[in-house]
């Protein structure tokens, strides 16, 4: 397959998640993804069903954390969520704290965030996004019988450029990157460089189809089934490069 | 509109690219985009169409270009496109060079590639994507009558994850920011950070559909016509972060 067409549906029609539902289970309800296809899930919805929810009036703020909220201006419980969610902050300058979570993966404020959530409620990632898409895609699989791959999604902000792309933090039943290094071009050539990371792309599609108001926790991607695999594969954390190959550390 | 259907298709059937081609009229011809679609075209193809091809024997390096590529390991001719096209070397480690073009983006190798060329030559980036976007756009609608978006994508490798996923280096007819920033979430709540680079995700969107020996120069999505202007709007350039702000030069 060379070209194909795509098609992405917003996963609409999902109840409030609560803590404990089994994610998968109402995805196959509302969804009916077919084996080929991909649903993206979205890190609110998924952090959510796995109880990642904390009020941040229950937070006790260390002493660090008092220093760096004062000097950056921010919430001190949110700053130390940010912190114990983290095992290297990689930068603190003016309003920005970029760090390496406990999961190894470099973003702004450890991916906490409080959007569509109750007052005074922030969201932490997923301990494991990986885990979790492999939980859900078995969960999907159980409802229906069918194991579409699977991808949490999450924003992302980048060095040089602005504004967030989303990104997959999580995926199962998806090679996250699609690697041509050594194949050879349409001339016969042999590609030096080009990793294409899909497992992104597809999230950044997903994002496509839902607003930031919407309440829609994620999309099914149809039109990719040579990417979608019986194997859970190496997941999204194939995806972090390695901190030696790291040059903006 | 709050969750959409998307489609996208490939751009099939176009003929080989050469110098002095009017993409545009190409691109209406075999795909007949609509008023509220969005055309993506590969920057391989807008660069063969306004000929920024060079032949790497005809380039002659510079003392500096000499120095660098030998230590890099690289070829000096490749060398001295990549600073002749460059206003700032970035980062030069390992074998990785990162500069800022003369347009002011980030990137690897000022952009150049060679894959699917001949032997021997490489493409450099459009002069001004954004205003190739621009002509594109008012090609198609001088063939056509119909002004759809235009978007010119790269590919872009990313600080701290592997892999690459297109982005936008040109737009026309879309802003590329959805900027949520004082929008209020599904509880009334306001955004305080939710600026969407719209036309990077529809970039990486765009590629899933082809395959990078495909031939195929770019894709056209459907379903996003709530972000289609008549304006031409303030181009991919918008989507630069200010060096002042940049924490990672």
New interface residues.
């Given amino acids: 397959?060379?070209?194909?067409?795509?098609?992405?549906?917003?996963l609409?029609g999902l109840a409030e998640v609560r803590e404990g539902d089994q994610l998968g289970r109402l995805v196959a309800g509302v969804a009916s993804p077919a084996a080929d296809e991909i649903v993206v899930l979205s890190q609110k919805v998924v952090s959510k069903s796995e109880g990642r929810l904390r009020k941040l009036a229950d937070v006790r703020p260390g002493e660090r954390a008092i220093e760096l909220a004062a000097s950056m201006g921010k919430d001190p419980a949110l700053i130390e969520l940010i912190l114990s969610e983290s095992r290297e902050v990689v930068?603190a300058?003016r309003d920005?704290l970029?760090t390496e979570t406990n999961q190894g993966?470099?973003c702004a404020n450890a991916g906490i965030?409080?959007?569509?959530?109750?007052?005074g409620w922030v969201a932490l990632l997923p301990l494991d996004a990986d885990a979790s898409a492999r939980r859900i895609r078995a969960e999907i699989a159980g409802a229906s019988g069918s194991s579409p791959a699977v991808i949490v999604a999450d924003?992302f902000g980048?060095?040089?450029?602005?504004?967030?792309?989303?990104?997959a933090i999580g995926c199962a039943g998806i090679a996250?990157?699609d690697d041509?290094r050594g194949?050879?071009?349409?001339?016969g050539?042999e590609?030096?460089?080009?990793?294409?990371?899909?497992a992104?792309?597809?999230a950044?599609?997903a994002?496509?189809?839902?607003?930031?108001?919407?309440?829609?926790p994620g999309a099914v991607v149809a039109?990719?089934g040579h990417l979608v695999n019986a194997d859970d594969g190496p997941g999204a954390q194939?995806?972090?490069?390695p901190v030696a190959d790291?040059?903006?550390r």
Same sequence: chains 1, 2.
């Fill in positions: 397959v060379t070209a194909r067409e795509l098609g992405i549906r917003p609409a930068r300058e920005v970029i993966r470099v965030d409080s959007s569509n959530l109750d007052a924003s980048r060095a040089w450029r602005l504004g967030q792309t989303d990104i996250p990157i041509w194949r050879r071009d349409q001339r050539r590609l030096a460089a080009t990793a294409i990371a899909v992104d792309e597809i950044a599609a994002d496509l189809s839902r607003s930031k108001d919407s309440g829609v039109g990719l194939a995806l972090r490069r790291d040059l903006f």
